[in-house]
């Protein structure tokens, strides 16, 4: 019964979403990629990845961005990109853990689609990014006081998303789940109304 509510509950996000993308937003190893991709398939969108599409505009990785040119470069990319997929149609976009935090493209987020905050505690977000070492912002003697000043300066802005999913440490596919369960619940459908 679960199974097939959720199904349905799949098929009816697919159809309220028309044209418009599920935008996820959180801090690094919140899960927006792997989650985002799983939630993609599960609903037949494209899945699509800004920090992919950021490296494959500027020819170079994220890494590389930010020692070439410095943050702030990396950002207004980030920016521009973020702004030209949001004008792609349905697809489920994960973006990088910095992009929401930019007005105009917190903004453009709410005019085109509906955002996900993917919220994590501390203790799992540092258990997933410490797996990789291409994580500019980490690349510091105390990368948990990194990420603790992350979610300070950073989760008031996230939670101005649309829809609050709480990270957890378990199968991708329940938290595919646990988005679609989200979104079905939200209210906020009404905006795209007019589409």
Do not use: C
């Not at 689609?113 to 919220?119: A, D, F, I, P, T």
């Not at 291409?134 to 649309?162: Q, S």
Request: net charge positive.
């Amino acid at each position: 019964m679960a199974r097939r509510s959720i199904v349905k509950e799949a098929e009816n996000l697919r159809q309220r979403l028309g044209n418009h993308p599920i935008v996820l937003v959180g801090l690094m190893g919140s899960g927006k990629s792997s989650v985002g991709r799983r939630l993609a398939e599960k609903l037949g969108l494209p899945f699509v990845d800004a920090d992919h599409e950021i490296e494959a505009a500027a020819g170079k990785t994220i890494a590389e961005l930010f020692a070439d040119h410095g943050e702030p470069y990396f950002r207004e990319g980030e920016r521009r990109v973020i702004a030209r997929l949001l004008g792609q149609g349905s697809q489920v976009l994960a973006t990088g853990g910095g992009a929401f935090i930019n007005g105009e493209t917190r903004a453009r987020i709410r005019q085109h689609g509906v955002s996900v905050w993917l919220k994590a505690p501390i203790d799992l977000l540092m258990k997933r990014v410490m797996k990789r070492q291409d994580r500019p912002l980490l690349k510091t003697e105390d990368p948990e006081g990194v990420m603790r000043g992350l979610i300070e300066m950073r989760y008031p802005v996230y939670a101005e998303a649309d829809v609050i999913v709480e990270s957890r440490d378990v199968q991708h596919g329940q938290m595919v789940n646990d988005v679609i369960r989200a979104l079905a619940q939200w209210n906020g459908w009404k905006r795209f109304d007019n589409d």
